[in-house]
């Protein structure tokens, strides 16, 4: 399973690529607003400044509705850097959208997915990617795992080559979970990556030995 991380942060992606482990990077409007990134010309240079940490896809999300415009901001977001990913709403708009992008040689992410259905029409227009957003389906009194267990079966049985990106991650366990049930990609905050880390017994463990190397 690859590892992106889910944040315009500059200085989180280079602490998580600083690890060794990560593939890529996933950003979205709120994530972008959250920088105090404003305008085009900010908003490029800021993908320009993360492809130059990371070497692996990077997703840009398209901020338009309609086919047209979004083939038009997808098509300037693509040019940036042959890593970007075109980051697409589950919109119609957005699944012809898709399709284009597909048939130009323009990879896509199909975010805000939420079901087995949408997943299945994204696949089909052929994106690269498709972001299932467990947390906010936990977050709604659903399990959000299971949408991933079921695209994973889904797209097993028909040989659909979309990989799945387990988004909106909220813990380590998401992570676990998601590699598990046979994600491709789990996108995460750097505190759910870093939670990774985490075992007491290893605490409980590193604290004797390092008493006990003393008497060496
Ligand atoms: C996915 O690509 C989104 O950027 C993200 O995972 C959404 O996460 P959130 O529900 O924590 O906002």
Redesign the pocket.
Known sequence: MKFFI?TGNLSQIQEAHDLGILDGV???P??MAKEGIKGEEAITNHYKAICDIVDGDV?AEVLSTDFNSIIEEGKKLAAIHPNIVV?VPMIKDGVKAIKWFTDNGIKTNC?LVFSAGQAILAAKAGAKYV?P?V??IDDSGWDGMELIGQISHIYQLQGFTTQILA????SALHIVKAAELGANVC?CPLESILGLLKHPLTDIGLAKFLEDAKKL
């Open positions: 889910d996933t950003t979205n709120s994530l997703s980051k975010t972001s957003f947390g906010r988004a909106s991650i909220r996108t």
